[in-house]
């Protein structure tokens, strides 16, 4: 059986939540135990460093989530567990990606966009605020992602850009130097549970309203307490179909047990015998999970010792690799003369190539590339797949002036560099 590699990123900026294990942190544990998976989990403390700016806040929320996942159930011994700044051939590698990646690619990059369109709307300079972290954070992402080869890498759809920009970098980094990377492909679960919090909401840090994972007992017990409900009183109905208590609830019950409280609630169960069902159901799963969390915070030697010895087996793949790409690029020994590795080229020559793809707006975009990775022609948005394909084939048969309107300009593109690009790729679909 071949092995696929998985790899997740966590940021190390908070703590974690009811919504975070039922979303991620126990469907992650689970698919970690299966056949022919090779997983590698990090905790991104570079990456917190461009949301958060208290040293204490994230080196407790490392603790803290490094905690949650070992009590969940990740296993160290099956997984690669790692801290990310453990792991120094990644920021090495950020700069060799950086030196393939081009300008215009980040200036695309949601978080930027949505950082100068926040000042635009403030009246600001469009890079007010805006450090040149934030806007490089794609390519430390990219270079998480490349220096394992990752084959896969579990995203919600508002992250499906930052893989694509990965794929873009090794490929462009690949047709300078030799294949080197394998090109990662984002993996959506379209049924993520999501959890309402205290309001209503989704449970979410930004709104102020989860409930910690591992809450004591009685503070669980209180916030649970604390969960809007509506005005309806003991013995008059109520609908389970938008209730908060009920999707948390359901998102630990069994079908059984969700179908016994949908029961109870059209029999006009009272909020606050609803609320202790809840209680009881939440904790008796996360009690055993709670124990051993309280050990590990009380021990963080131990949840220590367990990064440094996933930093270590990651570094065992990391640090040959990078030694490979040094030599690729040219960094090497001066005795070992100018030959280039045998791998440095591919004698394949590398075509120009249309690339779709979905952006977080729900609109579906292409972009034509050139063999040397630059961009061409970016597309602006379509409705449906299928209308971007029947646009791409339209470009491929009567060439760039067939698209007008739909055509975003690129900077420092010329026409005729289009037309010799589409030339070449219709010369090597006619050889």
């Known amino acids: ?27 992650s544990v689970a698919a970690s135990r299966a056949p022919g998976v090779q997983s590698f989990y990090f905790l991104a403390d570079y990456h917190a460093l461009i ?59 949601h978080a930027y966009k949505a950082a100068q369109d926040k000042n635009a709307a403030a009246g600001r300079e469009p890079d007010d605020g805006v450090t040149a972290g934030l806007f490089m954070y794609p390519v430390l992402m990219g270079a998480d992602i ?17 893989i694509e920009m990965a794929r873009d970098m090794a490929a462009s980094f690949n047709h300078l130097y030799g294949e080197h990377f394998t090109l990662p492909e984002a993996a959506i679960d379209e049924h993520v549970a999501t959890l309402p919090g ?54 630990f019950a069994t079908p059984e047990e969700t179908e016994a409280l949908r029961k109870h609630y059209a029999e006009g169960i009272a909020w606050g015998d609803a609320k ?15 124990a051993r969390y309280e050990d590990l915070i009380a021990h963080p030697e131990k949840i220590e010792q367990t990064l440094l010895a996933g930093a270590e087996r990651a570094r065992q793949i990391a640090t ?43 609109q579906f975009y292409f972009k034509f590339v050139a063999a040397d990775g630059r961009l061409l022609l970016q597309s602006t948005g379509f409705a449906a797949p299928k209308d971007a394909g029947q646009a791409i084939a339209r470009l491929q048969q009567q060439g ?3 698209l007008s309107g739909l055509l975003a300009p690129v900077e420092g593109v010329l026409p005729q560099d289009v037309a010799a690009a589409l030339q070449q790729l219709a010369e090597a679909a006619n050889s």
């Open 276 to 290: 202790q069902m809840l209680f009881e159901r939440i904790d008796r799963d996360v009690a055993p999970l709670r």
């Open 320 to 362: 040959p690799f990078v030694r490979t790409l040094r030599a690729a690029v040219g960094l090497r020994s001066l005795a070992q003369g100018a030959t280039a590795p045998k791998t440095a080229k591919t004698t394949k020559a590398a075509l120009p190539s249309f690339k779709q793809y979905r952006e977080a707006d729900g």
């Open 51 to 109: 949301k958060c700016e208290d040293p204490a806040r994230i080196q407790r929320s490392t603790l803290e989530i490094a905690a949650s996942w070992l009590a969940a159930g990740l296993d160290p011994e099956r997984v690669t567990f790692y801290r990310q700044s453990d792991i120094p051939e990644t920021t090495e590698l950020t700069w060799l990606l950086t030196c393939v990646t081009g300008k215009g690619l980040l200036n695309r990059a």
């Open 198 to 251: 205290l309001d209503g909401r989704k449970m979410s840090k930004s709104y102020d309203n989860t409930i910690p994972l591992f809450s004591s007992r009685e503070q669980l017990r209180k916030l649970i307490g604390g969960i809007l409900t509506d005005s309806r009183a003991p013995g008059e109905p109520k609908e389970a179909e938008g209730s908060a208590l009920f999707q948390i609830y359901q998102a």
């Open 146 to 162: 490349l220096i394992f080869n990752a084959h896969k890498v579990p995203v919600g759809r508002d992250q499906i850009q930052h």
């Open 400 to 402: 760039e002036g067939a």
């Open 1 to 27: 059986m071949s092995t696929t590699r998985f790899l997740t990123g966590i940021t190390t900026t908070g703590t974690p939540h009811l919504g975070n294990y039922v979303g991620s942190i126990r469907p």
